[in-house]
């Protein structure tokens, strides 16, 4: 029977409740407890898809090709699993089901209530997935902070399962913030007893909390929150910041979280074995190379909207004992005030991301075109890979105004348009190119050279494609289509052979990255980095070796 571990959000949000989960989720793996970790987001948006990521960060694509909340991505990357769309209840996904079912008869002659109705329809969709995998520990982790309006029938569904499954098969943990005030640091919390008074309010009582705050928790705190929020001393964790969030599993194993949370599920003891891991973390923590990424966006004031995208870079860099440094970009910038180009001057390599809308775009477009220019190795992904056809069209083929039929309906040129399919699609959730496709890769080309396969799957999210009409002219001029999908008709890979490096993507490798396991097309970008930064450096001290 799978056992389930509640974990809740107290104080504010933005705490890194992922990527505690995920780490909670490590930690359990690593003792032989097979875990599945789901995801509540009680807003009442059925996903997250149309969400601007000023709003929730970037939007994680799942294999399955459903768009969840970027903690899908911890959970991928520490656990290197692959979750499916089950694995995320939303509100409006809940009520959605339940009011389909009103309509068809399902609770004929009832009034439908958030109690029962709604908790039921939470409580089936989350040991639904517990019945489908099967895990001996299910995680879920409920988005938001206690208090919420909106989070509050999740809540009561929690209480209730609590209740049916009995307190040795059901933990809650509650991750808090223990803020520190004034020149000393003093750590403060009061604000973690009133979230667990609320907690308690709702008849839930925290079995574990799980410290937040800028430094380690000193012992005093940890008495003091076990008396007032009724838990033993063991049961508070400190989890204060660190360097790198793969370091996180250790700091609370540290703490024993691993035991004392096996033998309050009644789960037998099995020795841990983070060896591996705190070698990996370790190595990362001194790495000797260093090589500096542009990343133009247009989120950068938001760093969570490209969170993959820098993960990946970093992984990469773990590979290639070279710590990635990312310069952020704001293509808006570059678009006011195209002199600002310059700013990319110090960099090893230029990356542009997935996107969508006009503004901005010409900044992206100018960054592409000085890659190309000054023979910077280049990775674009998905818009970066539009916009780079667009920037080719424009300066090498000639065709002035030419544009994605996105960003100017009008354009003379549509170099990219509109999938065919898409066409015919009215309602915008949920309806985009999504998941992972089949890819065919041509032999004798740069993507070859990267994936040392023919056929790869990797996960995508477009409406648009690069318009056939152009493909022969592009390719009669330079530009190599090395990989397509959907027999032929679609290009996924461009790459410009004479460049250094010059290459990118229609779909987005970045969510297959793994902490040891690089997407290869990111690891190969920031290689050609490394080698045209060492070329750079040979150039300017022609005596050095
Ligand atoms: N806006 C583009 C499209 O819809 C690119 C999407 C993306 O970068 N994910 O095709």
């Known amino acids: 029977m ?37 995801k509540i987001d009680p807003y009442l948006n059925v996903d997250p898809g149309l969400m601007n990521p000023y709003q929730h960060g970037e939007v994680w694509v799942t294999k399955d ?44 002659g009832q009034t439908v209530q958030i109690i029962p109705h709604v908790t039921d329809e939470i409580k089936r969709q989350i040991t639904e997935i517990a019945r489908i995998n099967n895990p001996d520990v299910l995680l879920v982790e409920i988005g938001g902070t206690t208090g919420d309006i909106e989070g509050m029938p999740f809540l009561e569904a929690l209480r ?23 020149t000393v640091g003093e750590q403060k919390t009061k604000p973690t007893q009133h ?49 790198n969030i793969y370091e996180v599993p250790l700091v609370m194993e540290e703490q024993g979280l691993g035991d004392n949370i096996l033998s309050k599920l009644n789960i037998r003891e099995r020795k841990h074995d983070l060896k591996e891991w705190r070698r990996f973390v370790e190595q990362v923590k001194g790495l000797r190379g260093e090589v500096r990424i542009a990343l133009v966006g247009k989120y950068t004031e938001l760093r969570d909207s490209y969170i993959s995208v820098a993960e990946a870079l970093k992984h990469s860099g773990y590979a290639l004992d070279t710590k990635v440094d990312i310069q952020w970009v704001e293509a808006l910038g570059l678009e006011d005030d195209p002199r600002k180009v310059g700013v990319l001057k110090g960099a090893d390599g230029i990356l ?39 920037e080719y069209a424009r300066n090498v083929l000639g065709l002035k105004d030419a544009n994605s039929s996105e960003l100017d309906p009008q354009t003379p040129h549509p170099v990219i348009d509109l999938l065919p399919e898409q066409k015919e699609v009215k309602q915008m959730g949920g309806t985009m190119r999504l998941g992972e496709i089949p890819v065919e890769i041509e032999p004798d080309t740069l993507a070859h050279r990267i994936y040392g396969a023919t056929r790869i799957g990797e996960r995508h999210r477009h409406r648009y494609e690069v318009n056939p009409r152009y493909i022969e002219e592009l390719e009669a001029k330079g530009l190599r289509f090395s990989s397509r999908s959907d027999g032929g008709r679609r290009m996924e890979v461009l790459e410009i052979p004479g460049q250094f490096h010059f290459l990118a993507t229609q779909f987005h490798p970045e969510f297959r990255s793994r902490p040891q396991r690089p997407a290869s097309v990111f690891k190969a970008f920031v290689e050609a980095a490394v080698r045209k930064k060492v070329m750079e450096e040979k150039k300017l001290h022609p005596q050095a070796r």
């Open 2 to 38: 799978t056992k389930y571990i509640f974990v809740t959000g107290g104080v504010l949000s933005g705490l890194g409740k992922g990527v505690t989960t995920a780490a909670v989720g490590k930690i359990l793996r690593s003792r032989g407890v097979k875990v599945d970790l789901c």
């Open 65 to 108: 090709g459903y768009e969840a909340d970027l903690d899908f991505g911890h959970y991928e990357r520490f656990l290197d699993i692959e979750l499916d769309r089950e694995h995320n209840i939303t509100t409006g996904k809940v009520y959605l089901q339940v009011l389909e079912g009103e309509r068809k008869g399902n609770y004929l």
């Open 160 to 182: 209730q399962l609590r209740m049916e499954n009995g307190k040795e098969n059901v933990l809650f943990v509650h991750v808090t913030l223990i803020p520190s005030l004034g």
């Open 195 to 243: 979230s667990v008074k609320e907690l308690r309010g709702i008849g839930i009582q925290p079995d574990i909390l799980i410290c937040r705050s800028p430094r380690p928790l000193l012992d005093e705190t940890k008495a003091k929150l076990a008396l007032f929020c009724d838990v033993g001393k063991p049961e508070v964790v400190s989890n204060h910041d660190v360097d």
């Open 352 to 390: 542009v991301p997935g996107g969508f809308g006009k503004r901005g775009s010409e900044g992206k477009i100018l960054a592409i075109e000085y890659a190309r220019r000054n023979d910077l190795p280049f990775l674009g992904i998905c818009f970066g890979f539009q916009l780079a056809v667009v």
